[in-house]
């Protein structure tokens, strides 16, 4: 299973510092970023793929539950605080789970574990839809069969994502990360935070688009290893 992909927000560079060490210490887990403030990793998030954060609530400029409710399509998140009084909100915003400083490293490795086994369920459940050859999808009040070899690629608008095929369009009100946990990931790969294509619909690419059935679709910053990886 690959590196569970993880960044730290928060502006005590000791709890930073204690958060790396148990980081380090967890052969699943890939640190690659920390920031003092929500507003420096919402630019970083904009353009490149995270699994996990781990989430101060009192940070400046901006809170760190007024931070989550600003993600639409948020990563697992883990809050790391000193106030027990926001564990209510953090788990209403389906946080992961909710470690009180101090905390001890046996804690911080239930709390990762929880992550890892979501993960593990994700994987399963897209293996199972590789045996499938399509998928129900609710458009206009009734369920829409759409079959995985005439879509072309989806896109995200906000709560609501449309789904291009061969022969028409949908719209349908579910997530980015909820449909692309349902399409079999052989065949399917998220190349923006906004967009997800069929690789079988990619006639040719440059380093920033690729062109499906006579559509350029960007591809975001923190995406392009994924591209370079298939094709």
């Not at 007024?66 to 993600?71: E, I, P, R, S, V």
């Not at 459940?125 to 759409?146: A, P, Y």
Request: hydrophobic share 40%; proline share 3%.
């Amino acid at each position: 299973m690959s590196k569970i992909k993880c960044i730290i927000i928060e502006d005590e560079p000791l709890a930073v510092k204690v958060l790396t060490d148990y980081i380090l210490q967890v052969p699943f887990l890939e640190l690659v970023g920390t920031f003092k403030d929500a507003i420096l990793a919402t630019d970083y998030l904009r353009e490149n793929i995270i699994d996990l954060i781990f989430l101060d609530i009192h940070l400046p400029k901006l809170k760190g539950m007024a931070f989550l409710k600003t993600l639409t399509q948020p990563p697992a998140v883990i809050v790391t605080t000193a106030y027990h009084q926001y564990a209510i909100e953090g788990f209403n915003l389906n946080v992961t789970d909710y470690l009180l400083k101090p905390f001890e490293f046996e804690r911080f490795l239930i709390a990762v574990n929880k992550v890892k086994s979501a993960q593990c369920e994700k994987n399963i459940s897209n293996n199972s839809q590789e045996q499938k050859d399509f998928i129900f999808l609710n458009v206009q009040k009734k369920k829409v069969k759409i079959l995985f070899s005439e879509i072309v690629y989806i896109e995200s608008q906000r709560e609501y994502i449309k789904i291009v095929t061969t022969k028409k369009e949908y719209i349908s009100k579910i997530s980015t990360h909820d449909i692309e946990s349902l399409l079999p990931s052989n065949l399917f790969k998220r190349i923006h935070r906004s967009f997800i294509v069929s690789l079988t619909k990619i006639d040719s690419y440059t380093a920033d688009a690729v062109e499906v059935n006579g559509k350029s679709v960007p591809i975001g910053r923190g995406y392009k290893s994924i591209i370079e990886n298939l094709l």
